[in-house]
């Protein structure tokens, strides 16, 4: 009983947030690199606010990150000493290529990865690779305007390519899009896309998404053949809606919600657009330029496995004064009163994390891989220099607990748990360093001051035991 014998424990980062090192090895310039922290953060990685390459005043974290670009063989040393199966990182598309759009590959890119992948296994951990977690190559949103062009398809299946078939042997489980459902929450960030003035944004979004969901297909396609143990997953910011009241309008609401997000699973699992989006696009007068050919590869080339983020659950009304209220989220979302939230307002819950993997494995019947889960907080070192973070302790074992219900109670099939930013890193959604979820804490502020140093938190020796455990002692 519990977690299958084979289960992957391990953590998960993303390049942007980590790497730093932006100029090095002949690394391109990225989207990620021009978004500064601060108060206009928002309205740059929603596309409303255009940022193409510095601006004096504002301070880019993600050109440092947390120098793992430099330290990655000592901090996979420690995630070996956690006992991760796997490690969940992405690539750097402008590492590979570094304007994008060039035939050829950069070699040092290519080999960075490739000395991180053997690190990996000299652990016995297995990499679990996100080909595109926020990242573009600043030329392609310069030149072609991101995703937006269908341009974008032929740059990604080149980039796919290669790192199949460099990577062969040593990276089996691909995720092709990081949370592909936020390009239409966060463009910039999730697909290099800004607004011009006017124009139907949503058409733009949907367009976007929609060649992205075709490159997904492709890179499915192009996985299986470069090798037959290939596991491609798609990538979903999940989280069931509750609907704020049995009134039916919230009841539906909340539906629709949920359906927003889920029809880009439906594609990528299912391989059609469901008839609800087709309509609902209809309606809003969103044409989609969709070839036969299109159609016939999402069809053929569904995804091996289902992963998503999980952090907090979601509050769906028809009532909008109500969302008024809504607490730091890119989800606009109602407060709900059974539950606590973050500093930063995300509502902890734990039970929702059982509900959100019955939702995803009744509708898909595919195994589920929990890519992202982890608190949000600051850490506060005490007087010995000491990390006691009990309350990440708690969420943690909290949500493990839920999981493990939803596998041994109601047998769902899940492969495996990463735990997000397993070590301090740049957070996506403010830029800052003091929102902290690692097992590792680094020292770094918000300003980019601090010596880097890595040191263990009390959750570390705690996940240790989780795992040796395979989550039996929480
Ligand atoms: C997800 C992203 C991650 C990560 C996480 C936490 O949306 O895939 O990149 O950062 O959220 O969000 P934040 O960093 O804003 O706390």
């Given amino acids: 009983m519990g977690f299958r014998k084979d289960f ?33 953060r928002r309205a740059i990685i929603t596309g409303k606010r255009k940022m193409t390459s510095f601006e004096e005043g504002y301070y880019y974290p ?33 590492r590979i290529f570094p304007q994008g759009d060039e035939l050829e590959p950069n070699e040092a890119g290519l080999q960075f990865y490739e000395d991180l992948f053997k690190e990996c296994h000299k652990y016995g951990i297995e990499p679990l690779v996100t080909i595109t977690h926020f990242d573009c190559p600043m030329h392609l949103i310069i030149k072609y ?24 042997g040593l990276v089996k489980y691909w995720l092709t899009f990081n949370e592909i459902n936020m390009i239409l929450h966060a463009p910039f960030l999730g697909a290099g896309i800004y607004f011009e003035e006017g124009e139907n944004e949503e058409q733009v979004k949907y367009q976007a998404a929609h060649h992205e969901l075709v490159a997904s297909a492709l890179a499915t396609k192009i996985a299986h053949e470069v090798d037959p143990n290939n596991q491609v997953g798609c990538m ?11 009134n039916p309008a919230d009841v539906w609401e909340g539906k629709n919600k949920d359906r927003g ?23 809003e007068g969103i044409h989609l330029e969709m070839s036969e ?34 607490a730091g989220n890119l989800f606009p979302t109602v407060k709900n009163p059974y539950l606590e939230a973050s500093e930063w307002g995300w509502q902890i819950d734990p039970l929702g994390l ?19 889960n982890g608190l949000g907080a600051v850490d506060t070192p005490n007087e010995q220099g000491e990390i006691i973070d009990d309350y990440r302790i708690d969420y943690l074992a909290a949500h493990i607990g839920a999981m493990r219900d939803a596998v041994e109670l109601d047998g769902v099939d899940l492969l495996g748990y990463t735990s997000w ?45 989780v795992i040796a455990t395979n989550g039996e002692d929480l």
């Fill in 8 to 40: 992957l424990w391990g953590g998960a980062t993303a390049a942007n947030q980590c790497e730093g090192g932006y100029q090095e090895g002949g690394r391109g310039l990225a989207n990620v690199d021009v978004i500064p922290t601060g108060s206009e």
């Fill in 62 to 94: 993600a050109q440092e990150g947390i120098d793992m670009y430099h330290q990655f063989k000592s901090d996979i040393a420690l995630f070996g000493e956690m006992g991760f199966k796997t490690y969940r990182l992405s690539i750097a598309w402008s």
């Fill in 145 to 168: 305007g991101g995703w937006r062009n269908r341009e974008m398809i032929v740059f990604y299946e080149r980039l796919c390519r290669v790192l199949f078939n460099r990577y062969k």
């Fill in 236 to 246: 979903l910011a999940a989280a069931s809606y509750y609907p704020y009241s049995c």
């Fill in 261 to 283: 997000n889920y029809f880009f699973i439906d594609v990528q699992s299912r391989g059609a657009y469901p008839a609800y989006a087709l309509k609902r696009l209809e309606r």
């Fill in 293 to 326: 050919e299109d159609q016939a590869l999402l069809k053929q080339h569904t995804v091996d496995f289902i992963s998503f983020s999980y952090y907090a659950s979601r509050v769906a009304t028809a009532d909008e004064s109500l969302l008024a209220k809504t």
């Fill in 354 to 372: 059982r509900i959100t993997m019955n939702d995803l494995y009744d509708r898909y019947q595919k195994p589920l891989f929990i890519v992202e």
């Fill in 421 to 465: 930013g397993c070590i301090d890193l740049v957070s996506a959604g403010t830029g800052e360093m003091k929102k902290r979820y690692g097992f590792i804490y680094v020292d770094r502020d918000n300003q980019g001051n601090g010596t880097l140093k890595r040191s263990k938190k009390k959750s570390f020796d705690w996940y240790k035991k």
